[in-house]
């Protein structure tokens, strides 16, 4: 099958590792991508803006970059001629693009996935208003979480999937830090962006423990100014993402690993609950129903309810370090035996795609 993926194309694990996924599946895939015109220094951790006329296109998603970038798709599906178009967060194709491109190539197939959540009481408007608009033109969707799917089929969405994130075995593997990476060896970690959840607080409570902790991520400036005084997160700041090797050894590198979950998405799991145990490092995450339903507690992963059960928790497992690897090795077996890796989702995809070219 020819695969057109249309994205961003900014970071790695998003519509790159599914490109790679579907061409280890045999397919033969092209992409398409808006994120180059509008920012610089891909291959940084944070990608800036060209100029300020390109953040003010970008913000509305609506102007001659954003113009250029669907005559672009346009141009690309026109010679590619693709089976599927595979459309990964779509906020920047049009409708008329989708209307036009399906007059143009009847029997191509397109198909939407948004691991964001259009949806979200929090969500910005501009910048999801075409994924919306452009629901009822898909032939098909694949929805990050439960909630999303009702949300979907509200606006006209046909076909509509689950499709949970995933772990990308080439990426999230063990890799204990180096003598030069010592800086990345903790107790207790928590490598994700901020929220204005409870999160901080939290956190701060942890830091407050005799024990060795790394914080790293991104929209963490705009925690400062919440810091209590004397706060022990403060030694912290600035605070950073890690991504590639870092993200792996700093991982890796802790005998506990915290997953807090998106309020403003509602999420009840995240990418980081599949990339954790695929690292066999143990996971304490906050707990959801969905989450129970996919690890066991007590025996692949942990949870907590609340601020209390947390620290609990990781007093306990820091003094009882077999039962903590053996959870891990557990987490992990089981991530293995249930399919959470991207290729497993690529074939997911692909499994209903063929169904719908079938009718």
């Given amino acids: ?105 009847p029997k191509t197939l397109f198909v939407q996935y948004c691991n964001d959540n259009p949806f979200s009481p929090g969500a910005d408007k501009l910048l999801w208003r075409h994924v919306k608009d452009s629901i009822p033109i898909y032939d098909a969707h694949f929805a990050y979480r439960h909630s999303n799917i009702a949300d979907v089929e509200a606006y006209g969405g046909r076909n509509v999937h689950l499709l949970r994130s995933y772990y990308i075995s080439g990426d999230d593997y063990r890799q204990e830090p180096d003598a030069a990476h010592e800086h990345l060896r903790s107790d207790v970690l928590f490598a994700g962006h901020y929220e204005p959840d409870a999160r901080l607080e939290i956190l701060e409570q ?44 700093a991982i890796s590198g802790t005998k506990i690993a915290l997953s807090f979950l998106s309020k403003l998405n509602g999420d009840t799991y995240t990418r980081r609950n599949f990339q954790i145990p695929a690292m066999r490092t143990f996971m304490l995450s906050e707990y959801t129903s969905d989450l129970a339903s996919l690890f066991e507690e007590g025996k692949e992963v942990e949870f907590f309810r609340s601020q209390g059960e947390l620290l609990d928790k990781i007093r306990y497992y820091l003094q009882h370090d077999r039962e903590r690897e053996e959870i891990a090795r557990s987490g992990y077996k089981r991530l293995l035996a249930d399919g959470h890796d991207v290729i497993s989702r690529a074939r997911q995809v692909v499994a209903v795609v063929e169904q719908l070219r079938e009718r």
């Fill in 1 to 105: 099958m020819k695969i057109l993926v249309v994205g961003a194309w900014l970071w790695r694990w998003y519509e790159d590792a599914f490109a790679e996924a579907l061409k280890e599946l045999r397919h033969e895939v092209a992409g398409v991508g808006w994120g180059s015109l509008f920012k610089k220094d891909l291959n940084t951790r944070e990608p800036t803006y060209k100029s300020v006329f390109h953040r003010i296109d970008d913000r509305l998603v609506m102007g001659p970059i954003t113009l250029a970038f669907n005559q672009r798709m346009m141009d690309r599906a026109r010679s590619f001629r693709p089976d599927l178009v595979f459309a990964y967060n779509g906020t920047h194709v049009l409708p008329a693009t989708l209307k036009i491109l399906k007059q143009t190539l």
């Fill in 206 to 249: 942890v830091a407050s423990l005799p024990v060795r902790m790394n914080l790293f991520g991104g929209s963490w400036a705009s925690a400062r100014v919440r810091l209590r005084p004397q706060s022990p997160l403060a030694r912290f700041f600035p605070v950073k993402p890690v991504v590639g090797a870092d993200y792996r050894m």
